[in-house]
């Protein structure tokens, strides 16, 4: 005989098993989850109601630089010829290929002469069509003019299969560092004659130290494909170097290393230059980076800047590539997530 259904009641436990484990951790922790009032981030209006959690891949795709990124992200240019290099630069390639971000490489002056670093920086492979820019200093393209080599440049972007060219500006880090070289022109002129010969995207960026109105003011009117801030408060190049020399040198010129802008002050300089110039604005784009620490901080910049942007890491992406692909992954999933959240329920004050 067939028993007749069993209506099958839950005890409290059964229903929600970490309920006991969970409200002990509430108990325990209370105190310790206090946020005083002067903690709060007072960049965001916090708006609960009207989203539901995001979806994974729900930030929406656009398109910068010419190509789709699924991500506001990009990989500022850190470092290049060492065996740390290459593992470093495969690791970040395949996460731009899988997550849909831009890179930028670290500086690129040995593949001007020589392949035998090639390996370190041929990663356009990984990527997955997403753009891959070369990058050469200031010092290394007046060389390349002064003995009639420009030429160099688009071997480089061909063997790289690169999308276009980083130019970064550093006269500080250059004066700084013990075998460093010196500028025999301003460096705005060499950005002229370089953008006068190459027909690839060129974006011009600092070295961590930022740019003072001025210098965007010069660099939003040329026909760039974006300014890269490389703003004070991350890795700041002009210090390092100066840890390279002598104690000596170290006192004689230590507070030259801490004069620059951060990436604050510059999204107001941009936005103070939008207004001014108008039709005059030829740049349409900016990557926003240095002293970018989380995704706050991005989501925050990108939506303050008054013109299409990213935001840009090196040493937060560069902690977690010198390792397993898998480290490096779950970060910047993790930040994925963080970005999409934040366009849920917060909105910039």
């Keep these: 005989?067939?028993?007749?259904?069993?209506?099958?009641?839950?005890?409290?436990?059964?229903?929600?098993?970490?309920?006991?484990?969970?409200?002990?951790?509430?108990?325990?922790?209370?105190?310790?989850?206090?946020?005083?009032?002067?903690?709060?981030?007072?960049?965001?209006?916090?708006?609960?109601?009207?989203?539901?959690?995001?979806?994974?891949?729900?930030?929406?795709?656009?398109?910068?630089?010419?190509?789709?990124?699924?991500?506001p992200l990009w990989v500022s240019s850190m470092t290049g010829g060492t065996a740390m290099a290459n593992t470093i630069n495969h690791n970040l390639a395949r996460a731009c290929g899988e997550f849909g971000m831009g890179m930028g490489l670290g500086s690129c002056r040995q593949l001007l002469y020589s392949d035998d670093r090639l390996n370190d920086f041929a990663v356009k492979p990984l990527m997955k069509g997403q753009p891959l820019f070369a990058n050469l200093g200031i010092a290394q393209l007046e060389q390349l003019i002064t003995n009639n080599e420009l030429y160099r440049i688009n071997i480089l972007l061909e063997k790289l299969a690169a999308d276009g060219l980083i130019i970064h500006v550093n006269p500080l880090q250059e004066w700084l560092q013990p075998e460093g070289d010196r500028f025999s022109h301003p460096p705005l002129q060499t950005i002229e004659t370089i953008l006068e010969y190459l027909k690839a995207p060129i974006i011009v960026k600092e070295v961590g130290q930022g740019m003072g109105v001025e210098s965007l003011k010069a660099l939003?009117?040329?026909?760039?494909?974006?300014?890269?801030?490389?703003?004070?408060?991350?890795?700041?190049?002009?210090?390092?170097?100066?840890?390279?020399?002598?104690?000596?040198?170290q006192l004689i010129y230590g507070q030259l290393a801490n004069v620059g802008h951060n990436a604050v002050e510059m999204v107001g300089f941009v936005n103070q230059l939008i207004a001014e110039l108008g039709d005059r604005v030829k740049c349409p784009a900016v990557i926003i980076s240095g002293g970018i620490q989380n995704f706050l901080d991005g989501y925050y910049l990108i939506n303050k800047v008054k013109?299409?942007?990213?935001?840009?890491?090196?040493?937060?992406?560069?902690?977690?590539?010198?390792?397993?692909?898998?480290?490096?992954?779950?970060?910047?999933?993790?930040?994925?997530?963080?970005?999409?959240?934040?366009?849920?329920?917060?909105?910039?004050?």
Excluded: C
């Design 307 to 349: 013109m299409p942007a990213i935001y840009g890491q090196a040493s937060g992406f560069l902690k977690y590539a010198q390792g397993e692909y898998a480290t490096l992954h779950t970060y910047i999933a993790a930040q994925i997530e963080g970005l999409e959240l934040a366009r849920a329920f917060l909105k910039v004050r």
């Design 1 to 71: 005989m067939k028993e007749p259904n069993k209506t099958v009641i839950l005890t409290p436990t059964e229903e929600d098993p970490t309920a006991a484990e969970r409200k002990r951790d509430h108990i325990q922790l209370a105190f310790r989850s206090q946020v005083n009032s002067g903690e709060l981030d007072a960049r965001f209006y916090y708006e609960p109601l009207f989203n539901a959690h995001p979806q994974a891949g729900s930030w929406p795709a656009f398109n910068f630089l010419g190509h789709t990124f699924r991500t």
């Design 220 to 249: 939003l009117q040329l026909p760039l494909a974006a300014v890269d801030f490389a703003a004070a408060g991350g890795t700041n190049f002009a210090k390092l170097e100066l840890l390279r020399d002598s104690e000596e040198k």
